[in-house]
């Protein structure tokens, strides 16, 4: 890497490269001038040629003809910014370049530091995701998400909570962690800089597992106890902030106590009209005409104004009754709480959500879905286990044939593409 860095194409490039992960950087001036803020021109030279996939130092030393602790300290540093992940497994530092989402977007605003201009990134920022809807499309474009719903567990009938899983519940999810961290809500936060925070509470972003661990290491997390973590989704509860978890059944990453003016997922819902952003709780809020009084507490308190106002009626003090869009709801169970009046109770919807079994499955997916499987392969091929290869063969199955052939197309390509090139060094 002794070659000189031209900046402006290092930006280009690294651009290129997070454009090549499953959710996405399309091009635009705005987020070169994001990348400019956080890597150095040598640090998006290094990034650039950093796996999408966890790739151990020693491997990625060799590659790049660098000694390991010369990379290994300019890892770090990048690692401190939250600008890759570098992971210890099995007594070998494993590193992969880090997304937009989620990604170093969180990690920058996951805390509050004086060493970068995080006012400048959050317009940035904003300017990049809200602009117009590429990002927002290169993201959520697609059936599998991210983030899924979860549903106030109080807020369903007694009889149907037998019915919910423990991947379902946000008090499973947390007695079940080994290590849970908290930070400060990065949507919350860059809107702080914005000066369009809302008074909802900002410490309320729960990591669990690897994922914690890591960032408690960085100090972007503090470690609590399951008992604190509780105390937090009660006080979320009673902000009225809705609950939304990694889009898995095991080993859930993340659960964000989520407001409709900040949250980046909802506001891309409702700004572009991206009703699947993100994947609903298995439950449907259903309001009683009967005892519905039309007081509007439940339509403010919807994190994605599912809830209306019908025309007149003679069933109500106000002449209206509020009526929930079935297409809309979260299932979030938030407007449950709100109502004073229980006149609406959670019922369980007609098909079940379905959710990855884990995150593997969840990347896979969503990489089949945005035709980006082959960046996923041919990353670093070697690291593909017989085992892995046939989850993704097993994945494809489950696809449509439209989306399996769109899919299979590029690795096709590629694969002849890799043969020519390697029948042109005997030629």
């Known amino acids: 890497m002794g070659h000189i860095v031209n900046n402006q194409r290092e930006y280009l490039l690294l651009q290129q490269r997070l454009d090549h992960n499953i959710t996405g ?6 987020f070169i001038e994001i990348l400019k803020l956080l890597f150095s021109a040598e640090e998006a030279d290094l990034a650039r040629q950093i796996p999408l996939r966890p790739t151990s130092i020693k491997t990625l030393a060799r590659k790049l003809d660098m000694h390991i602790e010369q990379l290994r300290d300019k890892v770090s540093v990048m690692a401190e910014k939250g600008l890759v992940f570098d992971v210890e497994h099995k007594e070998e530092c494993y590193v992969v370049l880090a997304p937009v989402v989620i990604g170093f977007f969180e990690f920058v605003f996951m805390r509050t530091r004086d060493e970068m201009p995080l006012k400048e990134l959050a317009h940035l920022f904003e300017q990049y995701m809200f602009q117009d809807d590429r990002f927002a499309h ?4 697609e059936t599998t998400q991210l983030g899924r719903s979860l549903v106030r567990e109080e807020a369903l009938p007694s009889g149907d909570y037998t019915e919910i899983l ?21 949507c919350r936060h860059k809107a702080s800089h914005l000066g369009k925070s809302c008074n909802a509470p ?9 994922s914690a661990q890591m960032l408690i290491k960085k100090g972007m997390a503090e470690e609590i106890s399951c008992k604190d973590a509780m105390a937090v989704l009660e006080k979320c509860k009673e902000a009225g902030l809705a609950q939304i978890a990694d889009n ?8 964000c ?7 980046g997922m909802l506001h891309s819902m409702k700004t572009f009209s991206m009703g699947h952003a993100v994947v609903t709780s298995n439950w449907l809020a259903q309001v009683d005409a009967e005892k519905c009084r039309g007081c509007n507490a439940c339509i403010k308190a919807c994190p994605l104004g599912a809830i209306v106002l019908e025309k007149k009626t003679q069933s109500t003090s106000t002449g209206r009754r509020a009526f929930c869009d079935e297409e809309l709801c979260l299932g979030c169970g938030v407007c449950v709480a709100a ?6 109770h959670m019922k369980p919807r007609e098909k079940r959500v379905l959710v990855p079994e884990n995150t593997f499955d969840r990347m896979i997916s969503m990489a089949i879905e945005r035709g980006k499987l082959s960046n996923f392969i041919f990353d670093d091929p070697s690291r593909l286990s017989h085992r892995a290869l046939g989850r993704i063969a097993a994945l494809l199955e489950k696809s449509s044939p439209v989306k399996a052939f769109l899919a299979i197309e590029p690795i096709k390509s590629v694969f002849l593409k890799s043969i020519v090139a390697g029948a042109k060094k005997f030629v």
């Open 25 to 30: 950087a399309p091009y635009s001036p705005i």
């Open 166 to 186: 423990d991947w379902e519940k946000a008090s499973a999810v947390i007695y079940s962690a080994k290590t849970i961290g908290l930070s400060l809500c990065a």
């Open 202 to 210: 900002q410490k309320t972003c729960m990591t669990f597992h690897g």
């Open 339 to 344: 109502c004073k009046f229980n006149s609406i």
């Open 257 to 263: 106590n989520c407001c409709g003016c900040c949250c």
């Open 248 to 255: 898995v059944q095991n080993h859930v990453g993340f659960i």
């Open 138 to 141: 290169s993201i959520f474009s």
